[in-house]
């Protein structure tokens, strides 16, 4: 399943930035490209960043404890207003604002990323991933 979530990701590389976007044949946004990727594989979201941080299982914000499929939060304070999707190896698939479409950047101690860094949500869980690997094996 995490291996599915970063494909799906990735394959959104390029596609345009718009506020509010929520179809990939025009637009995203960051919430828009995390509800259409999780969408894809069954997994219904909320719509908005803040709604969407508040989905899943909360996992310490540590960069070693990261898997691929998790989600990022950003954010000032108290408010999440950005969400991206880990990819593995310290990147991170998200709608950037300032390149104005869907990228795959670095998240290190350097980036601008980090200080805004909020927490992580994990929508899939290890069990999970076994029974998905099990159910498709029947097919």
């Known amino acids: 399943m ?4 970063v494909s799906k990701a ?6 345009r930035y718009k506020l509010g976007g929520t179809n990939p044949n025009r ?3 960051c919430s828009g490209l995390v509800k259409y990727v999780m969408g894809a594989l069954d ?6 960043a803040r709604q969407q941080a508040k989905s899943g299982t909360e996992i310490p914000k540590d960069l070693a404890a990261l898997k691929p499929g998790d989600l990022l939060t950003f954010g000032k304070g108290k408010r999440i207003s950005h969400i991206g999707i880990y ?4 990147r991170m698939v998200h709608a950037s604002t300032s390149k ?3 990228i795959e950047t670095t998240i290190s101690a350097r980036s601008p990323l980090i200080r805004q860094w909020k ?3 994990r929508l899939v869980d290890n069990s999970r991933d076994s029974l998905l690997a099990i ?3 029947l097919r």
Do not use: F, K, N
């Open 27 to 29: 637009a995203l946004d």
């Open 87 to 90: 990819v593995g190896e310290g």
């Open 2 to 5: 995490r291996d599915s979530i």
């Open 10 to 15: 990735r394959s959104q590389i390029g596609t």
């Open 119 to 121: 927490g992580v949500r």
């Open 43 to 48: 997994m219904m979201l909320p719509r908005t």
């Open 135 to 137: 159910a498709d094996s």
């Open 100 to 102: 104005r479409e869907v």
